[in-house]
């Protein structure tokens, strides 16, 4: 089975940064699409931003220029760089791959979740 583990998550005062990335392991797949997304207490989980095996991203209207989502495809990790972090974005970021097996199941899987706090 495929598995994501995530690190990196912690308190940061605003406007810190904070480097969050997630490992995806097992065998017989490839990754096509990695991605973040996030929840606060009481809301819905939304997007943060992904990216794909063509290496292009996507991000969230709330987090554009702020954040920057990359991969390395060797290991098959995918990063979140986080800068200028506001108490807006303290949340449970939650890790998700999309990867298909090598006898052609295309399947999805979510990280258990890390918690990044913004406060001072």
């Known amino acids: 089975q495929v598995q994501l583990v995530e690190s990196g998550g912690g308190l940061v005062q605003p406007g810190g940064s904070l480097r969050l990335s997630c490992a995806a392991s097992?065998?017989?797949?490839?990754?096509?699409?990695m991605g973040w997304y996030r929840q606060a207490p009481g809301k819905e989980r939304e997007l943060v931003a992904t990216?794909?095996?063509?290496?292009?991203?996507n991000y969230a209207d709330s987090v554009k220029g702020r954040f920057t989502i990359s991969r390395d495809s060797a290991k098959n990790t995918v990063y979140l760089q986080m800068n200028s972090l506001k108490p807006e974005d303290t949340a449970v970021y939650y890790c998700y791959a999309v990867y298909t097996y090598s006898f052609g199941s295309t399947q999805y899987r979510w990280g258990q979740g890390t918690q990044v706090t913004v406060s001072s």
């Open positions: 097992g065998s017989r797949f490839s990754i096509n699409v």
């Open positions: 990216i794909s095996s063509d290496s292009s991203t």
